[in-house]
């Protein structure tokens, strides 16, 4: 609430003069429980949001709202305009996004540099190497016109490499269920 409050308490420019106990009075008039040092503390939260920003400017504590709201025929602001130091920052909308992108980057980087390091998996050797003939003896290589023998190689063939295939599931399955079951066995234990 404080932040669209700061919207009807700031100037045409979206500035104001960040004195906690003045904003508290204008916008929590009635309300008891909002204290002047919770204003101050929301202050502080939009800033490092970044909806708004404080700065200091002869001698007096003041705020502008990075997102003001568009005024047709503004007045004139009473208030200095905050140093321009910082103003390529306004330009940077979800920064808070960007910092974790960032950091997610940097994380997946460290990731592939730590693979990279522990060498390349050597590589897996194709099962149709080790699979038995795809045709007879007289035909290795199979026969377009018919030949029983060459049709139960093939049949042999296929129920050969299904069944290779199906046990490097299974092991795959095993594997990642052995890593599971650790990790389950870690957080079964009581934490009181």
Known sequence: MTGLGLHLFADDHGRAE?????IRAALYPEDE?????LVEEHLLEL????FLRLYTSEGRDLLQLLHPTRVDRPTKSRIPEPPRERSRGFAAVGSG???RERVEASAEWAEWEAAQE????PPVRPLLLDAPPIGCPDHPNG???DCGPCGTAR?????????ARYSQQVDEYERS??????????????PF
């Open 18 to 22: 960040a004195r906690p106990a003045l």
């Open 33 to 37: 429980s909002v204290t002047t040092s």
């Open 47 to 50: 800033d490092d949001v970044g």
């Open 97 to 99: 996004r960007v910092l």
């Open 118 to 121: 522990r060498g390349a998996a």
């Open 143 to 145: 026969r377009f016109a």
């Open 155 to 163: 049949r042999r063939h296929s129920a050969w490499l299904a069944t």
């Open 177 to 190: 269920r052995r890593v599971t079951d650790e990790q389950a066995d870690y957080y079964d234990e009581e």
